[in-house]
């Protein structure tokens, strides 16, 4: 019976280890899709330094983000493109709120094919069909909304049927690079990528909320010193040239 007690506590003792060692190693980093492309290039710098570690990335909408978050997915990074949402889970005790930094900003643009005639915000009630993220859950949507309330446009394009909603930034450009809209309002970075579509405009300044990208580790991460490793590379300055070249601007 000893022999078995002892076996037992053994079997215990092992399985414990191999389960801390399996997470060991691993840092799981929930994205704002806008930032994706620029997260799998620092990912690939930092295993150069680091090749033991494993990133797992998480990309999506912000909000969409928080809410998996909120309700228990696991994180140890969150990287948002709204400061809204980074305060929503600070709020409900998610994040590590000493740890939060301006990651980077961005800016608002419209795309479209040269042959669409918009060149700036009065053009776009002409518009049969203008993607933009939803604003319910997608920064680049509640930016957009925001410079279309300004020109005074949003209600009635809305009511009208014009306005397609994206699950996310992405989604918006692949609408309007596949012609499949007129044009979608998408962030600087994002218009880079398009194989089609061009930028048409860039959305004045004043008409939204400076696009910002706050970062922070959350209550997940406790303990997690490889999480703090990454976290500390992509808020340092090895990480800015591959931001600038991206198109971001550094805070």
Excluded at 15 to 42: D, H
Excluded at 97 to 114: E, P, R
Excluded at 194 to 212: C, D, M, Q
Aim: proline letters at 4%.
């Amino acid at each position: 019976m000893k022999k078995v007690c002892v076996l037992n506590i053994f079997v215990v003792f092992i399985l414990l280890v191999f389960s801390t060692y399996a997470q060991a190693g691993q840092v799981r980093v929930s994205v704002a899709k806008s930032m994706s492309n620029l997260c799998n290039n620092l990912i690939v710098q930092f295993q150069e330094q680091y090749p033991d570690v494993k990133i797992v990335p998480n990309f999506g909408s912000s909000g969409a983000l928080a809410k998996q978050i909120e309700q228990g997915a696991p994180a140890d990074i969150y990287v948002s493109a709204n400061p809204k949402w980074m305060t929503h889970l600070i709020e409900k005790g998610k994040i590590e709120s000493d740890t939060k930094k301006i990651f980077a900003h961005n800016a608002l643009v419209f795309v479209g094919k040269s042959s669409t005639d918009a060149q700036s915000m009065s053009d776009l009630q002409k518009l049969t069909r203008v993607a933009l993220g939803s604003p319910n859950s997608v920064p680049a949507g509640q930016y957009a909304k925001q410079a279309m309330d300004k020109e005074g446009i949003y209600d009635e394009m809305l009511k009208n049927g014009q306005l397609i909603m994206a699950k996310d930034v992405r989604q918006a450009l692949i609408y309007a690079d596949r012609g499949e809209t007129d044009g979608a309002f998408v962030y600087k970075t994002d218009a880079m990528l398009a194989i089609n579509a061009k930028i048409l405009f860039e959305v004045p300044l004043e008409f939204y909320s400076r696009v910002t990208y706050p970062v922070a580790m959350t209550k997940d991460s406790d303990g997690n010193a490889d999480a703090k490793l990454f976290y500390d590379y992509i808020v340092s300055e090895a990480a800015h040239s591959e931001m600038i070249r991206l198109g971001f601007t550094l805070p």
